[in-house]
């Protein structure tokens, strides 16, 4: 996108008719050598911030000044609407060779320390997390609104986007920008046009044309580099609660032993006060944020460090990590030991999981670290830690992360991970393992296996899931060789009923995820009569061009499923408006049943469609629909930017059968299980129920039709058993959860952070009497996995009268 100055000021002078007629392709925007964006912060002033004020900084990566005369920096919200303007900051001066040049933004209430003094001052008011930033050659507003109008516009000399903003360049924004992180470029000021690439998140490290850093270059209060420790040590700053009583304050002077470096990411070390006080809920370990900057310690470092006292959020519903940002760090010498780890058990962590504080903040609550499994790790956070044979009740994730469980004996499954039984038992115990040493990953390890021996790091915490063990040393893999589930072939008199979440498969999607979903339908469920999906996209997936029909994603599944050895399904769905059913962006997410027409017949009904209303109808031989395949209440605003259940009426062995296939809304937005609000609200939830009402309505009406009426309801219902979401769905006794029929340690079939749960159901209703029901566990326990929900399947018997009398 960028070009160089003597192109941009031509075409800057050039009438509007000489641009249109030569509509300079994109590929001349080649990436600068000379003037960047190399900074950008919208946290100045904000809840938490350090800074008073936003800034942009430029930089030059050429060997000549750069003449900023009749340029400006421009300002675009992340999500620009069609009211949005670029706000204009025009510019004086040059950047020198190798130079930086900073323009203040407005200044927040928040923050005590003050930018260097800046080269130029603008007014905008920059969001922190999202938003686009431009370097302009001229100071009349830029008027494109989306990344590529503005590529196409040669003004452009350089833009970023960052957080989640729509105008950016290249592959996606830069990430992690916060009211305490901002977006800068790596030292080398490299420019390849793609701002996920170029840019990451870290300190905010603003640098003036004079080269003057915050706080007159040496930082807040610093005295240059002490040797002497200072009066503040790390459990000072720890303090008894989940915030620092020095939070926003400098410090000097604070000494530590290094005992953890990391260089990746969010980097930054470890230190640890090698003489810890008497009271065990303020930690002696603390994270000092170095941002891009890599550690220059090692680990076994005596270090006195200064800074500023800082707790981060990750996000606006997590704890916080106490940190000492803009470090300034001094070896006192080198290879010292370190202290020793404490070990995290069933002895050591309490079983209640969290303190409450009525649904509001456990911030300023006094730890208690005897009571709570929460105040323990908070009190240990930043601290060495270590775990001796754990037992993985979470897979290893694609980011190189897998749970264990420190307390074994709570909440046992069948095959080796740890139940979700209530939203009273969140089973203190699980806790996640990373790996510091990037030539060490953490194993690839199933649920069930072991991390064997002593696996030892530091405490840390993030948004994924709380309190994770950053590992130095990682214990060794006993695998426990866990297999994969097949049920039993259904007898001729059964009908077999199942449910898969194939999670966002669509025809673009590479073979090797076909032919495993395939399998697992074929061979693993045994190749059930009738297969309701959730999750099948259009066939362009995220392509976003008003596609809505699923016909080549399916026949892609469905020859899968015959190659693997299974029969030739037959497919009905009801495609979705465009873009009216939630999921990814493009992807028109819709459930859909697949059949096996040699043992079973879809009975169809013309009228169902995107948007009308499936109704029971009653007759003389019982109850009918009014349309099959239909929707249920699609209309209904519990529905809105959600998938639609459908409804199909199937014959088999001369009865009736109706099945309804669900997938209700997620539970994204919800507060976090570990977060800083306790108890966490589920604010998703009322969607669910009230989706759950419309479809227990619907399953009434039928029933009031004819009250033997065989209707099997499955799906994603993204809520557990114990939920008011089953509870809405099987009000009035319409509906049975067969979950709650199988063994307590078997009632699950998705695993998330560490807990065994189940957001897959199937539910049947009175006239079902005789019927085998079965998760089949195939995915969620395992690293290697086609989805992340495993299927269930439930066997029906039928009796041959004609009416569905079980």
């Excluded at 004079?210 to 007159?216: I, K, L, N, Q, V």
């Excluded at 997620?666 to 589920?682: C, I, V």
Aim: with cysteine.
């Amino acid at each position: 996108m960028r070009i160089s100055r003597s192109r941009s000021v031509l075409l800057a002078g050039a009438v509007a008719v000489t641009l249109s007629a030569t509509a300079l392709p994109a590929a001349l925007a080649a990436p600068s050598s000379s003037a960047v964006i190399s900074e950008v912060y919208g946290g100045g002033g904000n809840s938490g911030a350090t800074l008073t004020r936003d800034f942009v900084e430029l930089a030059n990566a050429g060997s000549a000044a750069y003449d900023l005369s009749g340029f400006s920096v421009q300002y675009l919200p992340g999500a620009p609407s069609a009211g949005s303007q670029w706000q204009v900051s025009p510019l004086t001066g040059a950047v020198a060779p190798g130079g930086h040049y900073l323009v203040a933004q407005a200044a927040g209430t928040g923050g005590t320390v003050a930018l260097p003094t800046p080269d130029a001052t603008g007014t905008v008011a920059m969001a922190a997390a999202s938003g686009t930033v431009a370097l302009v050659s001229g100071t009349t507003p830029l008027t494109c609104k989306t990344a590529a109008d503005c590529a196409a516009d040669t003004r452009v000399v350089d833009l970023v986007g960052y957080g989640s903003a729509v105008v950016r360049e290249g592959s996606g924004p830069a990430t992690g920008a916060s009211a305490t992180a901002s977006v800068a470029r790596a030292a080398s000021l490299a420019d390849t046009d793609d701002n996920a690439a170029d840019l990451s998140a870290g300190a905010p490290t603003p640098v003036n044309a004079a080269g003057e850093t915050s706080g007159g270059g040496e930082g807040p209060g610093d005295p240059g580099n002490p040797t002497e420790p200072g009066t503040v040590r790390v459990h000072d700053i720890q303090g008894t609660t989940r915030v620092s009583p020095l939070d926003g304050q400098a410090v000097t002077g604070v000494p530590g032993i290094v005992t953890a470096v990391r260089t990746t990411g969010s980097r930054g070390f470890w230190i640890q006060d090698p003489s810890p006080d008497a009271d065990p809920r303020t930690s002696e370990g603390v994270l000092v944020y170095t941002g891009s900057a890599t550690p220059t310690v090692s680990v076994g470092d005596s270090v006195l460090v200064s800074g500023t006292v800082d707790e981060y959020y990750p996000s606006s519903t997590t704890q916080s990590i106490t940190e000492i940002t803009a470090p300034r760090t001094t070896v006192l010498s080198s290879g010292n030991a370190l202290p020793a780890p404490v070990v995290l058990n069933a002895a050591s962590v309490p079983g209640t999981y969290a303190p409450s504080a009525g649904g509001g903040s456990i911030d300023a609550l006094p730890l208690e670290p005897e009571k709570y499994a929460l105040d323990r790790y908070e009190s240990l956070e930043g601290t060495r830690v270590e775990t001796v044979d754990t037992r993985v009740t979470g897979a290893t994730s694609s980011h190189g992360e897998v749970w264990v469980t420190v307390a074994p004996k709570q909440n046992p499954t069948r095959r080796g991970g740890t139940l979700y039984s209530s939203y009273n038992d969140q089973n203190s115990g699980r806790i996640k393992v990373m790996s510091l040493d990037s030539t060490r990953p953490v194993p690839v390890a199933n649920v069930g296996d072991v991390l064997s021996h002593a696996t030892t790091g530091v405490l840390d915490y993030d948004s994924f899931g709380g309190y994770s063990l950053q590992a130095t040393q990682l214990g060794t893999l006993t695998d426990r060789h866990l297999k994969r589930e097949v049920t039993r072939k259904q007898k001729r008199d059964e009908l077999a009923v199942s449910t898969y979440n194939v999670e966002n498969l669509d025809a673009l999607d590479e073979q090797g995820k076909f032919d495993t979903l395939a399998k697992g339908v074929a061979v693993n469920l045994a190749s059930p009569d009738i297969v309701s999906l959730e999750e099948i996209q259009d066939d362009n997936g995220a392509v976003n061009d008003g596609t809505v029909g699923a016909e080549a994603t399916l026949k892609r599944f469905t020859d899968a499923i015959v190659a693997a050895g299974g029969p030739r399904y037959s497919w009905r769905y009801v495609a979705p408006q465009d873009g009216k059913d939630g999921g990814e962006p493009g992807g028109n997410i819709r459930n859909v049943f697949l059949f096996n027409p040699a043992r079973v017949s879809f009975v169809d009904r013309a009228g169902g469609d995107a948007t009308t209303a499936v109704k029971a109808v009653p007759t003389k031989k019982g109850v009918t629909l009014s349309a099959s395949p239909a929707r249920i209440s699609p209309l209904n605003d519990a529905w809105n930017d959600s998938r639609k259940p459908l409804v199909g009426e199937f014959t088999f062995r001369g009865e009736p059968v109706f099945v309804i296939g669900n997938h209700f809304t997620s539970k994204g937005g919800d507060q976090p299980l570990h977060g800083r609000y306790q108890a966490p609200t589920r604010s998703s939830e009322t969607k669910r129920v009230r989706q759950a009402a419309e479809v227990n309505t619907f399953v009434k009406s039928l029933l009031a039709a004819d009250k033997q009426a065989q209707v099997i309801t499955l799906g994603d219902l993204n809520d557990f058993a114990f939920s008011p979401t089953m509870s809405a769905l099987t009000a009035g006794k319409a509906l049975k959860p067969l979950i709650d029929t199988l063994p307590a340690n078997e009632r699950y079939s998705y695993v998330y952070e560490g807990n065994s749960q189940t957001l897959d159901h199937i539910l049947t209703s009175p006239g079902i009497r005789h019927f085998d029901y079965d998760v089949v566990h195939i995915n969620a326990e395992f690293a290697d996995q086609a989805s992340d929900h495993d299927p269930q399947i439930v066997r029906v018997k039928a009796d041959g009268s004609g009416h569905g009398h079980h």
